[in-house]
């Protein structure tokens, strides 16, 4: 797995920040988020296999100032729509 600084945010005096998170099994690549303020942090593994797709919903979550708490509610609408 390879972590990728793709971000981060303001909220309140917190700073989040945001990583790609990527997977690669046998040639197959798949993508993650991983959503961290301190020592609090979340990781979504295996999203899509898309990176477009990955980087546009870890820019959604940068513009909303998503914490490690909410970010996997958001990740599974996103999915879901």
């Known amino acids: 797995m390879r ?3 793709v971000g981060d945010a303001v909220c309140g005096q917190k700073l989040i920040r945001y990583y790609l998170l990527e997977y690669d099994t046998a040639g197959r690549v798949c993508y993650g988020i991983q959503v961290e303020v301190g020592r609090e942090k979340t990781v979504i593994p295996r999203i899509t ?3 477009v ?3 546009a919903l870890a820019e959604r979550l940068i513009r909303g100032c998503v914490t490690p708490v909410t970010a996997r509610d958001i990740v599974e609408d996103w999915l879901l729509t």
Do not use: H, K, N, T
């Open 3 to 5: 972590r990728i600084f």
């Open 49 to 51: 296999p898309s990176q």
């Open 53 to 55: 797709a990955v980087l």
